[in-house]
């Protein structure tokens, strides 16, 4: 069975600062991944997808993510963050298998402070 | 993408009764999900809506609560049954396409979700 697990619920960083949001995945067969943001009172939006290409992922609005196998994990980072980043974030894992059945982590919520 | 529409947006309701939210999508879509997301919790499948048949419910969700319809392949309704203060949640739906390939990557576009208080 597949499972996500974010480390942090709560990520507190400065306007300009790096942001990092950890996500490790634990899935029997190549996992497809993906992250989403929810901004307050809206649906669940895509930043970006690992789906077996390039490692190294690039999603909207300057974040990007990086696929280890190694360590089965599918960290979101972006290298300054703007206010309107604050928002929470998702990491979801999928098997081809089962396509559609997302599995979610518990999500991390992002301040930004001036 | 897709644009997904859900009615209502927010509702508060009396315990025993039931609600029914639906999800109305802009262009025909092969896959149809409902997740519910409670407060403060991720997101976790419901079940599938399949088109003109039963759908497919994961573990821990019954027909009898959480009836669900797909008459099209652009239109979904979940019921909430004989609601009760657990059932305070945010019901989400979500869309998709076709297997995994070059084209069509798995992800989901989700709508902007329904919110529900049971007093």
């Known amino acids: 069975a597949q499972s996500v697990t974010q480390l942090g619920s709560h990520v507190s960083v400065s306007e300009g600062a790096l942001v990092l949001l950890r996500c490790n995945y634990s899935s029997s067969v190549p996992p497809y991944l993906f992250w989403y943001v929810q901004y307050p009172n809206q649906g669940l939006q895509l930043l970006l997808k690992?789906?077996?290409?390039?490692?190294l992922v690039k999603g909207i609005n300057g974040f990007e993510a990086e696929f280890k196998k190694s360590e089965t994990s599918f960290h979101l980072t972006k290298p300054s963050a703007h206010m309107s980043d604050a928002a929470e974030y998702f990491c979801?894992?999928?098997?081809?298998?089962?396509?559609?059945?997302?599995?979610f982590g518990q999500g991390t919520i992002l301040t930004v402070h001036p | 993408s897709a644009v997904i529409s859900q009615k209502p947006s927010r509702d508060i309701c009396q315990r025993g009764t039931s609600l029914t939210i639906q999800c109305q999508v802009d262009s025909q879509v092969t896959m149809m999900f409902w997740y519910r997301q409670q407060p403060g919790q991720s997101l976790t499948l419901i079940a599938t809506?399949?088109?003109?048949?039963?759908?497919?419910?994961e573990s821990g969700f019954v027909i009898d609560k959480f009836p669900i319809s797909r008459p099209n392949l652009t239109f979904s309704t979940l019921t909430v049954s004989n609601m009760s203060p657990e059932d305070s949640s945010i019901y989400l739906c979500s869309v998709g396409w076709g297997d995994f390939d070059i084209a069509n990557t798995g992800e989901l576009f989700f709508g902007e979700g329904s919110r529900l208080t049971v007093l």
């Open positions: 690992y789906t077996s290409a390039a490692t």
């Open positions: 809506a399949n088109q003109g048949s039963e759908a497919t419910y």
């Open positions: 979801a894992v999928s098997e081809g298998t089962s396509y559609g059945k997302l599995t």
